[in-house]
Structure formats: C-alpha cells, structure tokens
C-alpha cells in the first residue's frame, strides 16, 4: 500500500478480531494474467468484541462478488475504505462467500500469489493473504482449510497446498485439479499453494511414535543432484525435536519447494514450506561450506516452526519474536547439537556473537531500534530484523542460562500444554517459564519492552590478605527512539576467575560452591559478589559464553587479555580476549591514518597471534575464527567519527603485517590443513578449510607476495570444492592481482548455469575495494543481471552498497547517488528488498562532515518521491529524524 501519510499501529491500540473464522474453503482457477479465486468462509461473532461488523483485508484484487448466507450484496450493503471491506450489522453466524481476482504474473513484489519462472508460488507472511482474496488478514483468526486448485496439466502437473493430499484428477480441456486439506487451525499468512512443473526427492521417514510420513523436496529440473542435503538436514531435524524437546511431526506428508525469486530466507507455511533456493541446492561444486551450514540451520529453522509459530502462533505482529527469536534458538541449539563437539558448539556461538555486533548492536544504536516486541510500526516487513530474530533469541538462551536446560524444558512443555493451538504472547511464554520453574521473571519482562543494548561494566578489588575477590556490576542503557529513560534489565553475567597457572580458581561465594563458573543475576543499577578461597590475584573472565547480549566494559590490561587468550577455559571469551587485543590497535592505527601519522603494529600482537596459529591442540575452526580480525563494521561502531577510508586502511594494514610476519607460518598452515579425497561438509574438514583459506587470504594481502598470488591462482585452478575455488578467487581479486580478470572471466564461464553461484560472482566484485560505482553499473547492464531477482538485488547492489566502504563512501558521494536511485528503482517493483537496501544509511550522522551532506542529499532525494511505499518511507523517514 502506498500513501503520503503513512499510519502507524500500536500495540497498545490491539482490539480482538470482530468476527473469528472457523472453516476456510478456497478455490483456485489459476492463470497467471488472472486467477479467480472463490473463498468460502464459515464465521461466528467475537463474544470478546463485541462489534457487529465483519472486518476484511484486500490489497492489488478486484471484487466480483460477495454474499452473506447466500444473499449477494449489492454496493449500498458494504462499503471498502482503502484495503478494508467492511459489512455492518452482520448476523451472529456467518457463511461469507466472495470472489476475486488477481494477476500473479504482474505481482512484483513477490508478495501474495504470484509467478517465479513459470511456477505459481505463495508469500503470505506477514500481509501477503489479503493479495489472494479478501479476508480478515490477522495472527489472532486461526481457521481449518481445504483448498481446490484447478490448472491447465500439461503447464502445471504438480499442485501442492497444506496439509494432505486427500483428492485429484482429471478436469475437461486438458486441465486438472487437486484438493487438500489441513487438519490443524492456522491464521492466513500459514497459507501457501505452489502450481508448477517441479521435480521432487521423497522419502518415507518413520516417525519416534511409529507413524510414517512422506518426506518431499521439490526443485526444478536439472537441480535434483543439488537437494541431498536439505533432505538430510530435515531428518535430522526431526529427529532432533522428537529427542531434545518431546515434540512430532503432526502431518502424513512434509514438503519443502525450492524458487529462485524470493523475498525471505524461506517460509514456514503449515506442511509445505516454501525456500530460496540458496538454502536448498547445494553440492560441492557450487557450495560453500557456510551454504551448507545455511541449508542445515534453514531447514531445521522453518521445520522447528511447526511447533513454534504454527501450532502456537502470535496473537498480533507485535509478538514476531514469540516465533521467531524462540525458533532461531532452536535452530541454534541444533546446530550446535549437530556439531557434536565442545569445540564446535563453541565455534557456532561465537559466529553467533559476531552478528550480534556486527549488525544488531548498530540497530539497537541506530534511528530503527525498537525492543524486542515493538510497542508501534509503520509497515510490519520492516521489522523482520535482526532485533526480533538474533536478539529475540538471545533473550530465549537466557531463560535457558538461568533456569537450566532442564528448567527450560519444562517450561518449554508448560508452554505447549497451555497454549497448543491458540495465537499468544510473548508474555505467555515468559509466565510459562517462571510458573514452571517457581521462578519470579516479571523483571525480565524489560528485555522485550525495551530498546537499546545494555552496557554492563565491572570492577574487581582483591584482598590479598583475606584472600577475597569482590566483583561490583553496574548496569545501564543509552536511550533510544521513544526510550529516553531504561529501568535495569535482569542481566545473566556468568563468570569465573583464571590464575596465573592458566587454570580456572573453584569460585565459592557467601560460602557456596559454585564450581569454575558461576552465573551471576544482575538485576539493579549496581550489585557486588564476594568469593572467598582465591589464594592469587586472577584475570576475571566475565561474560562466559556470551551469557547475555550486552557490552562489558572492564579496564584489561594487555597482559590480563594476552592470559586469557592463551588460557581462559572458556572458549567464547578465549576469543572475545583475541577481539579485544585487535580492536584496540584497529582503532589506534584508525586514529593514525587520520591524522597522517604512521601506522605500527606492535610485536606483541603479532606473537600472540602467531601462538594461536600454531598450537595444534586448538580445532582448526576455532583457530580461524580467533585470527579473524573485527571487521570494518564493527571498527566503525567503536569511532566517535566514522572515517571509512581510515579504517579500511588500517585494517588492511593489519592484514598485510600478518601476512608478511606470519609468512612461514601461514604457509605451514596452508599446508597442515589440506582436505584431500572426496569433500565432506562435516565440522572437522570445514575447521580446516576455513582455517587455510583465512591463511591464504592473508598471505595474498602482503605487498608485492607473488608466491601468494601464484599459491592463490593454483587453488583456484585446481580446486574440486566451490568453497576453495570461491576463496581463492576472493584472494586474487582483494590482493588486485593481475590475473584476477581472467579468473572472474574462467569462473563466470564455468558456473554461468549455475544462479546461486553467478550471485557469488556478482558478489566477490561488488565487495572488492577496486569495484567502483562505474563498475557496478556495468555490472548491471550484464545479461545475467536482473533487478526483479531480489537474489540478483541483494548480490550486486545490496553487497557495493553495505559491504564495499571504500567505494559506497567515497567522498564525491556517487554511492550514495547511486543508492538513491536503486532504493527508488527496487521501491518500484519489490518495496520489501527496497526497504532493507534502504537500511545501508541508517547511521548517516556517525560520519564525518564532508560524507554526511552527501548522504544527507541522497536520504532527501528518496523521501522526496511522491510515490514511495510505507516499507522504505518509514526507513527513510526514522533515518532523517532527529
């Protein structure tokens, strides 16, 4: 819907649904230029309303008829204000029948029913529905449906909707038909229908309770060598919940659909999910180990959906993250349990904790921060965020870190035997933890109602006479849009103290056992701990496992971060020791390329990074992700003002001193983490890959390394996986070695049949300092370019504009023309991608003087176009706003 004066909804203003829906009946005659759809719907009055009134949602449909217990209506009987029919003075019992029509093949925005290379294919999360048929288009209206679809065969053989299968055949004029039906009660955007002519891998799976179910993946032709492993991800999936949280797979059949344009990761519609094909196909010749990883964490993600999110949904979009930030730590925790080791889990949370700071802390700085549950929106695709998702699931692990895995299980259970069935809160799920576990969490309550990331800081005092440790936490949050003022969350700090042996000190407080760590409840401004029995000064390691989504402010010295990066037991802050020690000279060699001064790096780091490279009793995996530097992002949020040129150069220096003074050692690494035979996308051969390839990349960033370049273009010759292939070719490119072009050009040649795999040729260029703005506009006129792919979108245009800071900020601002315009471009056909591309100037004030007036400029050239959807203008809007 576009409007010049957007309206915001509040969560306060929530009113029940005037009418509720128990059966839904829906027919479809699809054609993609105009499909009919009959709708027939069984309703009964609200005893909680009260109104009269039947409420009903429509968008981009023309009405054709509408009848209320078989009477048609004429115009004078209802009345449609924008999207909303309304029909007053409606009887208490309902039969609501209405016809439409829509045109799948002009729906650009992929929301709704629509056409992707010649498949019909649904999106109806969040307010996709009401583009299929009118209908009362909320969470909180669960309803039964059967569905008809009706479609010429020979185009469309294979027709798919939730639920069972439990009727087709043959229908005059070369067309067929198929009935389905869905036993469980869901609200609308559950829906889906997919109409194509697909190719599937099935298998039958036998269920923990001795049922067999029907297990479907359905790809396009020529694609079925790609979907092995997205089958055996959903097994274990389910095998997973069955063991880990008592929960089954509640229908005969489980079918998952690959399509290449789609707005989202993939969706979890009742039985029939429906994904991007980035996280179904995949093999070794055109994946990466992270897309495997993806493909795994996805499917189990919208599998585990089925339990949270669909048989117990959200009462209101307000709640998203009741859904989303339980699932995304469910398919976290599987993730890890997939692992299988200590080493591992600990490597997926630190990739955990990187994303948290590397995209949800700025949110939470920036003009788009909103609490958890948000108290209003404009337009509800805008807050599919990394708030709602990551920190939402943060906000889970930690009812997990202070109840126990056992605790939270029976609140896990509490929460299914109440709510099985019914659209609720995310309060619900709060009361069903404490009252399962007798626990008082109405303070925690605070973590959903408030915005902004926790700043918790820490003081240690040791009496060495006493032999007494005492930790002082304060805790505070910086305001926030609408939030000037935050009362004190209730913060898990788990922590633990190390000696001058390495060793973790057993921690007693108030004469209690607490093992070598102890989770710590803060709960007011400040709040002081006393251990006894600490017979030496310790290194606190505060924080342990990243126990709550917070900055910890502690004054380390050098040597206190160098013990903990050579000892602490806890991996995660093993790790955040490494950061630290990195962010510091990041953001002093930062300051020096400002000022022209010249940059150093101490020999300190150098060594303390070189120990790391070579200890061989460290996995691989953890290796690579301890010499992984901060990245420019995360530099930028810790610099009052935002130099982007200064921090690539500084951290490119870095880089290149690792590279030159770690040379023999890298190159030893390289060689001591080869995966020879067949690839496997296990945890070990992936720890390997990763850990050679960060090597390689920082040999190839050494001035003038031609051995590294060559080493670069023989694994790139010679590779047999695309995760080596891909690296070394992002080596040649970032190092602007000379045989780079011809390399692009070898690589294109080879994978141009292969759309996921051109995307990461797209995106190796857009992020390459060299890619300028001319660059990526050539780009753009390539054949294999296509603007309304949003996969295409985001590997070109989205990578330039949020991961190349060299070329987005140059300083005559023709990247942040060129972003107005794609941002009006995108708004046009897909107001969704637009908006999310948008999201790249959130934090224009953080940046210096010369780049704000340009940044500035192009915000006002967006907000200035008279047609612009409420997705980007409340992006555009918040981010001029003071």
Same mark, same amino acid.
């Given at each position: 819907m576009r409007t010049d004066t957007p309206l915001t909804i509040y969560r306060k203003d929530y009113t029940a649904p005037s009418y509720l829906v128990d059966t839904v009946e829906l027919g479809f005659d699809l054609d993609p230029a105009r499909t009919i759809v009959a709708n027939r719907m069984t309703m009964r009055r609200n005893p909680a309303s009260g109104q009269r009134e039947i409420e009903l949602y429509g968008e981009e449909i023309d009405l054709v008829a509408l009848r209320v217990n078989g009477k048609t209506l004429g115009k004078r009987d209802?009345?449609?204000? /924008? @999207? *909303?029919?309304?029909?007053?003075? !409606?009887?208490?019992?309902?039969?609501?029948?209405?016809?439409?029509?829509?045109?799948?093949e002009k729906n650009t925005a992929l929301s709704g029913l629509y056409v992707s290379n010649g498949n019909f294919i649904t999106q109806c999360e969040a307010e996709g529905f009401r583009r299929i048929t009118y209908f009362p288009d909320r969470p909180d209206v669960?309803?039964?449906?059967?569905?008809?679809?009706?479609?010429?065969?020979?185009r469309y053989p294979v027709l798919l909707s939730n639920g069972n299968l439990v009727e087709e055949?043959?229908?005059?004029?070369?067309?067929?038909?198929?009935?389905?039906?869905?036993?469980?009660?869901?609200?609308?955007?559950?829906?889906?229908?997919?109409?194509?002519?697909?190719?599937?891998?099935?298998?039958?799976?036998?269920?923990?309770?001795?049922?067999?179910?029907?297990?479907?993946?359905?790809?396009?032709? /020529? @694609? *079925?060598?790609?979907?092995?492993? !997205?089958?055996?991800s959903l097994k274990r999936s389910i095998r997973w919940d069955e063991e880990r949280f008592g929960l089954e797979l509640d229908l005969d059949r489980f079918m998952i659909v690959a399509t290449g344009d789609f707005n989202m990761g993939a969706m979890e519609n009742k039985g029939l999910n429906i994904f991007n094909t980035k996280y179904v196909l995949a093999n070794p010749r055109v994946a990466t180990d992270l897309d495997f990883q993806g493909i795994e964490a996805v499917v189990g993600h919208e599998y585990f959906h089925n339990w949270t999110g669909n048989r117990v949904t959200c009462r209101d979009w307000f709640q998203l993250s009741l859904k989303e930030g339980l699932t995304v730590f469910r398919d976290q925790e599987f993730s890890g349990d997939m692992v299988g080791t200590d080493s591992g889990r600990a490597v997926n949370r630190?990739?955990?904790?990187?994303?948290?700071?590397?995209?949800?802390?700025?949110?939470?700085?920036?003009?788009?921060?909103?609490?958890?549950?948000?108290?209003?929106?404009?337009?509800?695709?805008?807050?599919?965020?990394?708030?709602?998702?990551?920190?939402?699931?943060?906000?889970?692990?930690?009812?997990?870190?202070?109840?126990?895995?056992?605790?939270?299980?029976?609140g896990m259970d509490l929460y299914f035997e109440r709510h099985d069935g019914q659209a609720v809160e995310c309060d619900d799920f709060r009361r069903a933890m404490a009252d399962a576990n007798g626990r008082d969490l109405a303070q925690f309550e605070r973590w959903y109602s408030q915005a902004g990331t926790p700043r918790v800081r820490a003081a240690m005092r040791y009496d060495a006479a006493a032999k007494t440790v005492e930790l002082t936490l304060s805790q505070s949050c910086p305001p926030t849009p609408g939030q000037p003022d935050k009362l004190p969350f209730h913060i898990p700090v788990a922590v633990g103290l190390v000696g001058r042996d390495g060793r973790d000190i057993p921690l007693v407080i108030d004469g209690e056992p607490r093992g070598n760590t102890a989770v710590l409840e803060l709960t007011a401004a400040e709040q002081s701990w006393r251990f006894t029995n600490v017979p030496e000064l310790p290194v606190p390691s505060l924080l342990r496992d990243f126990s709550a989504p917070v900055v910890l402010e502690y004054d380390y010295r050098d040597e206190d971060l160098l013990h903990l990066f050579s000892h602490d037991s806890d991996p995660v802050n093993r790790w955040e020791a490494g950061q630290r020690l990195a962010m510091e000279r990041l953001l002093k060699l930062t300051a020096d390329v400002t000022a022209g001064s010249r940059m150093q790096l101490d020999d300190t780091f150098v060594d303390a990074m070189r120990k790391v490279l070579t200890d061989d009793a460290l996995d691989p995996a953890f290796r690579e992700q301890a010499l992984l530097l901060p990245t420019e992002n995360m530099i930028a949020e810790q610099t009052e003002v935002v130099h982007p040129l200064s921090i690539h150069m500084a951290r490119q220096f870095v880089r290149a001193t690792i590279g030159t003074r770690l040379r023999k050692e890298l190159m030893a690494a390289i060689d001591a983490n080869q995966t020879p035979g067949e690839y496997s996308p296990d945890a070990e051969a992936i720890g390997k890959r990763a850990l050679k390839n960060l090597a390689l990349s920082y040999l190839a960033a050494a001035t003038d390394d031609n051995e590294a370049i060559d080493l670069a273009g023989q694994q790139f010759e010679q590779a047999d996986n695309m995760t080596d292939k891909a690296a070394a070719l992002g080596a040649l490119i970032h190092a602007r070695a000379q045989s780079a072009a011809g390399a692009l050009q070898d690589f294109y040649d080879e994978f141009q049949g292969e759309a996921l795999v051109v995307d990461k040729w797209f995106a190796l260029q857009a992020s390459a300092p060299s890619t300028d703005v001319g660059a990526v506009r050539a780009l753009m006129q390539h054949p294999a370019f296509n603007i309304r792919n949003p996969n295409r979108a985001r590997s070109l245009v989205a990578t330039f504009c949020m991961a190349n800071h060299v070329q987005f900020h140059v300083p005559d601002g023709s990247g942040y023309q060129f972003w107005a315009e794609q941002v009006i471009a995108l708004?046009?056909?897909?107001?969704?991608?637009?908006?999310?591309?948008?999201?790249?100037?959130?934090?224009?004030?953080?940046?210096?003087?010369?780049?704000?007036?340009?940044?500035?400029?192009?915000?006002?050239?967006?907000?200035?176009?008279?047609k612009l959807s409420n997705d980007v203008r409340e992006v555009i809007s918040k981010a001029l706003a003071n």
């Open positions: 209802y009345r449609i204000d /924008g @999207n *909303l029919l309304r029909i007053p003075n !409606a009887p208490e019992d309902v039969v609501l029948e209405i016809e439409t029509i829509c045109a799948p669960m309803a039964k449906y059967t569905v008809m679809l009706r479609a010429e065969k020979q055949g043959e229908l005059p004029g070369g067309r067929h038909y198929a009935k389905w039906e869905d036993p469980f009660p869901k609200p609308s955007y559950l829906f889906a229908l997919v109409a194509s002519n697909l190719v599937c891998q099935e298998e039958k799976f036998k269920l923990a309770d001795g049922r067999t179910a029907l297990l479907q993946v359905w790809v396009e032709e /020529g @694609n *079925l060598d790609k979907t092995d492993y !997205a089958m055996q630190i990739d955990q904790v990187r994303t948290l700071r590397q995209v949800q802390f700025p949110e939470d700085a920036g003009p788009m921060a909103h609490p958890v549950r948000p108290d209003s929106f404009v337009e509800i695709n805008n807050f599919y965020t990394v708030t709602v998702y990551e920190k939402g699931a943060e906000v889970v692990r930690m009812y997990q870190t202070l109840l126990g895995r056992e605790g939270f299980r029976k708004d046009a056909l897909n107001p969704q991608v637009a908006s999310r591309l948008a999201r790249a100037m959130d934090r224009w004030r953080r940046y210096a003087p010369v780049l704000q007036a340009h940044m500035k400029k192009a915000l006002q050239q967006v907000n200035g176009q008279k």
